[in-house]
């Protein structure tokens, strides 16, 4: 009955489409016939079409199982729409009632029913499986297949148990559908699945539209990422953080600059996750800041660009997330921001996991510290790990084709790297490899005793830089593969093995370097990044005019960090003096703050300054109610020690967080703590001082003052200084 139907004209019906994508009409064709199969297709290739057109053509009920509540209530919808029974498509999982737990079975039973979302945990539930029983199903299909795999970017256990629940509710035919998986997932998932004679059906990884991008990740990623929203501007984005508290904290700071954005993970309750889903599918906010919670199953086709705050955890995690973008063919931009710190962070959050998860989880991070650090070019790179060969040399759309670096000859390093690898019988890993020609008298090779081979330290003169290029390059070119169950161990193919006998040209492009060195030291955080030196003496030359007219020291105006930034930034109204560091409301306030922005608009408008507003970012201030507490606490009178108690901070913190408030402006009466703590000719001391001084550096008051006075009765006087004089 089904094999016969004319499929164009049932999707023309159904979904309104003249014709099919790709290997659709094919998959479909072959769950029509009764046979098992294997779909992998990227991102927006239409997977979900290839189980919802055959289950409305087929007798009786096809179950879905899909780990996304969001996709499940969103397909059952769209299959709404588009039916004629409301009943003919439905969903059961943990949100929904007894009530309509029983409407969707007496919808089922009735026959209305096509087509039946599970989540895996509902699936295994005593009475639904009892249930499941006395239906007629058309076929399984497993969604989001990849959780099935420990190599796959998502890995569920319940996905492990799917086949003993098709085993007990009855047979029909299985089709698994993924978006993305190596090698080793398939062979994992069509294992688990018990299909290992499925039909394959493997689309392109190539999506021509999109392009790559790694950016270093330093101290202004934040400014960065601003800047490159508001060169994108009206454009729907994605930002993916790794944790819920970057996800609320960088959403906080887009809002702050004037860009429509919203968080989503989680930890949010579920009527906050579905508004903040339909504003951006109904573009009433154009940037979800999100974690990997955000997105499967979202079908919003002009989704311009994703953006990685910090680099994924896997690379099929990294090409699903990025596969968001550009989804209707159109702009797709994919950029991730990478540093070493941040995979070193992701190495530490595995300590504590089963010895065999930390091995898996270390291997799939190194293949994306691979992926972010080579020159190669990118598409070529991720096709490679997805077992597809990209054959142009420049694709034309990725950083690194765009601004490609120069080859250098590697013939006699891919020599070495071949002939180590025999020496050591093909039975171990790149990080091995290297450490073998390089020389190095690791555990590991001192155990093995391959410190007695010849092939040691062949390579120990060459720049240690280029062994990781030549091992990747070497992949990609199909000299070496690395074996699929023992993840990472390097084999020579027959190619490599003809390399050795008879050598020709192999050329390879350096890695980019992500040096720690390049980012900004701890203290210049949020210091300048492009000082105006003319402007920045002229401002000087100003502050010391105001701090003789009004007796004060200079900075107790302003201090140098706001001069530098204002010397950068180029402030020219009050309200965006109050972005400047060390500027609060307080210091606004002051008659003198007009004279500074004045002075700086005279010497943008004289020197044609063309100011980039965009990257002056409005930060939000994290700790900003605890500042509040503070002040309410010392206007009440309460012991400095005793706030610094009340609020878990030690008493050096709290002394950090109220320099902080004076400095920025806010007046603070402290004296009832100093007479309770202090002598009154100390305090006299310590404050004449700083009247005559010229710096309110620490070191230098302590050198001066120390014999008598101790570091804390230093800081608690020179507070009351700032509080009195410059606020």
């Not at 890995?155 to 799917?162: A, D, L, S, T, W």
């Not at 063919?329 to 921001?337: D, W």
């Given at each position: 009955?089904?094999?016969?139907?004319?499929?164009?004209?049932?999707?023309?019906?159904?979904?309104?489409?003249?014709?099919?994508?790709?290997?659709?009409?094919?998959?479909?064709?072959?769950?029509?016939?009764?046979r098992?199969?294997?779909?992998?297709?990227?991102?927006?290739?239409?997977?979900?079409?290839?189980?919802?057109?055959?289950?409305?053509?087929?007798?009786?009920?096809?179950?879905?199982?899909?780990?996304?509540?969001?996709?499940?209530?969103?397909?059952?919808?769209?299959?709404?729409?588009?039916?004629?029974?409301?009943?003919?498509?439905?969903?059961?999982?943990?949100?929904?009632?007894?009530?309509?737990?029983?409407?969707?079975?007496?919808?089922?039973?009735?026959?209305?029913t096509?087509?039946?979302?599970?989540?895996?945990?509902?699936?295994?539930?005593?009475?639904?499986?009892?249930?499941?029983?006395?239906?007629?199903?058309?076929?399984?299909?497993?969604?989001?297949?990849?959780?099935?795999?420990?190599?796959?970017?998502?890995?569920?256990?319940?996905?492990?148990?799917?086949?003993?629940?098709?085993?007990e509710?009855?047979?029909?035919?299985?089709?698994?559908?993924?978006?993305?998986?190596?090698?080793?997932?398939?062979?994992?998932?069509?294992?688990?699945l018990?299909?290992?004679?499925?039909?394959?059906?493997?689309?392109?990884?190539?999506?021509?539209?999109?392009?790559?991008?790694?950016?270093?990740?330093?101290?202004?990623?934040?400014?960065?990422?601003?800047?490159?929203?508001?060169?994108?501007?009206?454009?729907?984005?994605?930002?993916?953080?790794?944790?819920?508290?970057?996800?609320?904290?960088?959403?906080?700071?887009?809002?702050?600059?004037?860009?429509?954005?919203?968080?989503?993970?989680?930890?949010?309750?579920?009527?906050?996750?579905?508004?903040?889903?339909?504003?951006?599918?109904?573009?009433?906010?154009?940037?979800?800041?999100?974690?990997?919670?955000?997105?499967m199953?979202?079908?919003k086709?002009?989704?311009?660009?994703?953006?990685h705050?910090?680099?994924?955890?896997?690379?099929e995690?990294?090409?699903?997330?990025?596969?968001?973008?550009?989804?209707d063919?159109?702009?797709?931009?994919?950029?991730?921001?990478y540093?070493?710190?941040?995979?070193?962070?992701?190495?530490?959050?595995?300590?504590?996991?089963?010895?065999?998860?930390?091995?898996?989880?270390?291997?799939?991070?190194?293949?994306?510290?691979?992926?972010?650090?080579?020159?190669?070019?990118?598409?070529?790179m991720?096709?490679h790990?997805?077992?597809?060969?990209?054959?142009?040399?420049?694709?034309?759309?990725?950083?690194?084709?765009?601004?490609?670096?120069?080859?250098?000859?590697?013939?006699?390093?891919?020599l070495?790297?071949?002939?180590?690898?025999?020496?050591v019988?093909?039975?171990?890993?790149?990080?091995?490899?290297?450490?073998?020609?390089?020389?190095?008298?690791?555990?590991?090779?001192l155990?093995?005793?391959?410190?007695?081979?010849?092939?040691?330290?062949?390579?120990?003169?060459?720049?240690?830089?280029?062994?990781?290029?030549?091992?990747?390059?070497?992949?990609?070119?199909?000299?070496?593969?690395?074996?699929?169950?023992?993840?990472?161990?390097?084999?020579?193919?027959?190619?490599?093995?003809?390399?050795?006998?008879?050598?020709?040209?192999?050329?390879?492009?350096?890695?980019?370097?992500?040096?720690?060195?390049?980012?900004?030291?701890?203290?210049?955080?949020?210091?300048?990044?492009?000082?105006?030196?003319?402007?920045s003496?002229?401002?000087?030359?100003?502050?010391?005019?105001?701090?003789?007219?009004?007796?004060?020291?200079?900075?107790?105006?302003?201090?140098?960090?706001?001069?530098?930034?204002?010397?950068?930034?180029?402030?020219?109204?009050?309200?965006?003096?109050?972005?400047?560091?060390?500027?609060?409301?307080?210091?606004?306030?002051?008659?003198?703050?007009?004279?500074?922005?004045?002075?700086?608009?005279?010497?943008?408008?004289?020197?044609?300054?063309v100011?980039?507003?965009?990257?002056?970012?409005?930060?939000?201030?994290?700790k900003?109610?605890?500042?509040?507490?503070?002040?309410?606490?010392?206007?009440?009178?309460?012991?400095?020690?005793?706030?610094?108690?009340?609020?878990?901070?030690?008493?050096?913190?709290?002394?950090?967080?109220?320099?902080?408030?004076?400095?920025s402006?806010?007046?603070?009466?402290?004296?009832?703590?100093?007479?309770?703590?202090m002598?009154?000719?100390h305090?006299?001391?310590?404050?004449?001082?700083?009247?005559?001084?010229?710096?309110?550096?620490?070191?230098?008051?302590?050198?001066?003052?120390?014999?008598?006075?101790?570091?804390?009765?230093?800081?608690?006087?020179?507070?009351?200084?700032?509080?009195?004089?410059?606020?």
């Open positions: 009955m089904t094999r016969n139907v004319n499929l164009h004209e049932a999707l023309k019906k159904y979904f309104g489409f003249d014709k099919f994508k790709g290997d659709q009409e094919a998959i479909i064709r072959n769950v029509l016939d009764g098992d199969a294997f779909v992998l297709m990227p991102t927006g290739g239409g997977k979900s079409l290839c189980y919802q057109l055959p289950s409305l053509l087929m007798e009786g009920t096809a179950i879905v199982i899909s780990p996304l509540i969001a996709l499940m209530k969103n397909q059952v919808d769209v299959i709404t729409h588009l039916s004629e029974h409301e009943g003919t498509a439905h969903y059961l999982n943990s949100s929904l009632n007894k009530a309509a737990i029983d409407q969707v079975k007496a919808d089922i039973k009735a026959g209305y096509k087509l039946l979302y599970v989540a895996p945990e509902s699936l295994t539930k005593e009475d639904n499986v009892e249930f499941l029983k006395t239906v007629k199903i058309s076929f399984y299909a497993i969604d989001e297949a990849h959780c099935i795999s420990e190599w796959g970017h998502d890995f569920r256990p319940e996905y492990r148990r799917i086949r003993p629940i098709i085993n509710i009855g047979p029909a035919p299985v089709i698994a559908l993924t978006a993305t998986a190596t090698d080793k997932v398939r062979t994992d998932i069509k294992k688990n018990g299909i290992a004679e499925a039909d394959e059906f493997k689309s392109s990884f190539n999506r021509p539209n999109l392009y790559y991008e790694v950016r270093p990740k330093t101290k202004d990623v934040d400014k960065d990422i601003i800047k490159f929203i508001k060169q994108h501007p009206n454009k729907s984005g994605i930002i993916y953080c790794l944790s819920r508290k970057k996800v609320e904290e960088l959403a906080e700071i887009l809002k702050a600059n004037d860009i429509k954005a919203a968080a989503y993970h989680a930890g949010l309750d579920s009527v906050t996750r579905s508004q903040t889903q339909d504003d951006f599918l109904m573009e009433k906010i154009d940037i979800i800041v999100a974690t990997i919670a955000f997105g199953g979202i079908d086709p002009d989704v311009r660009f994703v953006i705050y910090d680099i994924p955890k896997s690379l995690g990294y090409y699903q997330e990025t596969g968001r973008a550009g989804r063919g159109g702009e797709g931009l994919c950029v991730a921001f540093s070493y710190k941040d995979l070193q962070k992701l190495d530490k959050f595995m300590e504590g996991k089963p010895v065999a998860e930390q091995d898996i989880g270390r291997q799939l991070l190194q293949e994306t510290a691979a992926y972010a650090e080579t020159s190669v070019c990118r598409r070529k991720l096709l790990y997805f077992g597809e060969q990209y054959e142009k040399d420049n694709c034309h759309n990725c950083d690194n084709c765009l601004h490609p670096k120069t080859k250098i000859e590697a013939q006699s390093l891919l070495i790297v071949l002939k180590a690898i025999l020496a019988k093909e039975n171990f890993r790149a990080d091995y490899i290297i450490d073998f020609v390089t020389g190095k008298d690791t555990e590991e090779i155990a093995h005793k391959h410190q007695e081979l010849e092939e040691y330290g062949s390579g120990e003169d060459e720049d240690e830089k280029l062994w990781n290029p030549v091992i990747r390059q070497a992949l990609i070119a199909g000299y070496i593969v690395k074996e699929v169950e023992n993840y990472g161990l390097l084999k020579l193919t027959a190619a490599g093995r003809k390399f050795i006998k008879h050598p020709v040209d192999f050329q390879i492009v350096k890695d980019n370097e992500f040096s720690e060195d390049d980012l900004p030291q701890d203290d210049q955080e949020g210091g300048p990044s492009a000082l105006d030196p003319t402007l003496t002229m401002l000087r030359d100003l502050r010391k005019k105001v701090s003789k007219r009004m007796e004060r020291p200079p900075y107790v105006i302003f201090q140098d960090v706001s001069i530098e930034q204002m010397a950068t930034d180029y402030p020219v109204t009050l309200e965006e003096l109050k972005n400047i560091q060390g500027v609060g409301e307080g210091k606004v306030k002051q008659p003198y703050a007009k004279e500074f922005v004045d002075l700086i608009k005279r010497y943008c408008e004289e020197n044609d300054i100011r980039q507003v965009d990257l002056r970012v409005r930060t939000v201030a994290k900003s109610m605890l500042k509040v507490k503070i002040i309410q606490a010392i206007d009440r009178q309460i012991a400095l020690d005793d706030i610094a108690t009340a609020q878990g901070i030690d008493f050096e913190e709290l002394l950090d967080e109220v320099e902080a408030i004076v400095y402006g806010t007046k603070l009466n402290i004296d009832y703590f100093l007479e309770e703590v002598d009154e000719d305090i006299d001391d310590i404050y004449d001082y700083f009247s005559d001084s010229e710096t309110d550096d620490l070191e230098s008051a302590i050198q001066e003052l120390g014999k008598e006075c101790s570091e804390d009765e230093i800081r608690l006087v020179r507070i009351k200084f700032l509080s009195e004089m410059a606020n």
